[in-house]
């Protein structure tokens, strides 16, 4: 089964500084990655997704994502936070039925 | 022009009672899915219809009925509510597999 795991609950960072939010997948099939973000008392809005045909996805808000197949992952980056960038941010990953959610991580931005 | 539409935003009630949640979609999308997000912002996956028809019911307890009129509406009835059921339940559509889904802005229950 199709599955994925975000490492870190809570990550904190300061204002300007590097962004990466850690996810790896667990697929027996070439998989479907996504990212999306969670503003408090919202929906989930699409950040980007992987669909095998660049490894390297560009997303909104200046974020993106590496695919590794070697090292099932899909880390997501952003070379420098704003405070707008605090939220909960989740991978997931899809095959023809459902989307499988990870557990999220809590993105602060500090000052 | 709201993609995915969810009513109501807020639901109080009280044990035992009956509700319904209604989701509403524009975008064309031929599947439609309901998830409960706990207090842990934990997602899980409730039920999935692709036009009209119900693909996946997960291990849901049967007090919780979807039912889908059209393709572009999937309403969520529950009977008896328990406190377990307090939550943000969101309403999500999507075309295909690889394009990502379309998520309603939530319905948070709170059974008291």
């Known amino acids: 089964a199709q599955s994925v795991t975000q490492l870190g609950s809570h990550v904190s960072v300061s204002e300007g500084a590097l962004v990466l939010l850690r996810c790896n997948y667990s697929?027996?099939?070439?998989?479907?990655l996504f990212w999306y973000v969670q503003y408090p008392n919202q929906g989930l809005q699409l950040l980007l997704k992987?669909?095998?045909?660049?490894?390297l996805v560009k997303g909104i808000n200046g974020f993106e994502a590496e695919f590794k197949k070697s090292e099932t992952s899909f880390h997501l980056t952003k070379p420098s936070a704003h405070m707008s960038d605090a939220a909960e941010y989740f991978c997931a990953v899809s095959d023809w039925d459902d989307m499988r959610f990870g557990a999220g991580t809590r993105l602060t931005v500090k000052p | 022009d709201t993609a995915v539409s969810q009513t109501p935003k807020y639901l109080v009630t009280q044990m035992g009672n009956d509700k319904s949640i209604k989701c509403e979609q524009n975008?064309?999308?031929?599947?439609m899915y309901w998830y409960k997000q706990d207090s842990k912002k934990f997602l899980k996956i409730m039920f999935s219809y692709n036009n009209k028809e119900l693909i996946i019911n997960e291990t849901v307890p049967n007090r919780f009925s979807p039912k889908s009129p059209d393709k572009a509406h999937l309403n969520l009835h529950i009977n008896s509510l328990e406190l377990g059921d307090s939550a943000v339940y969101f309403c999500a559509s999507s075309q295909m597999a690889g394009h990502g889904y379309t998520f309603g802005s939530g319905t948070r229950l709170t059974v008291v």
């Open positions: 975008l064309g999308h031929d599947t």
């Open positions: 697929s027996s099939v070439p998989p479907y």
């Open positions: 992987y669909t095998s045909a660049a490894t």
